[in-house]
């Protein structure tokens, strides 16, 4: 029989004795998000921060939902690179306006 992820979670929490009710999808796709944009170390340890954060606001699948939306927005700011907050934030700059050419000037 070939074990599973959802296996090992299973096992690590009985392990230690707890019952996440963690979306597993939208923690991977953190690590994802990390790993890509910031460095592939990052991963692991902002899934551990994102626990951290969620157990100390209580903990509990909102808590774990709410910290994994605010680091993964974090993580793509910092992929997008330094500067990128303040270009998004900048007005758009004028386009030209369609107008028509200028009358054209009679020579005498």
């Known amino acids: ?11 690590a929490a009985a392990e230690l004795g707890i019952d996440p009710k963690a979306e597993i999808r939208e923690l991977l ?3 994802r998000v990390v790993a890509h944009g910031v460095d ?10 994102v626990g951290y954060a969620a157990a100390a606001r209580g903990g509990g699948a ?3 939902g709410e ?3 605010q680091v993964t927005a974090l993580a ?7 500067g ?6 900048r007005p758009a700059a004028p386009q030209p306006s369609e107008t028509p050419p200028p ?6």
Request: without cysteine.
């Open 29 to 31: 796709d953190l690590a």
């Open 84 to 89: 990128a907050e303040q270009e998004a934030q």
């Open 67 to 69: 910290a994994v939306r």
């Open 1 to 11: 029989m070939e074990r599973t992820l959802d296996d090992w979670m299973a096992e």
């Open 103 to 108: 009358p054209a000037v009679e020579q005498p």
């Open 62 to 64: 909102g808590a774990v």
């Open 76 to 82: 793509e700011r910092w992929a997008a690179g330094p």
């Open 40 to 49: 592939r170390p990052a991963a692991p340890l902002t899934t551990f921060l």
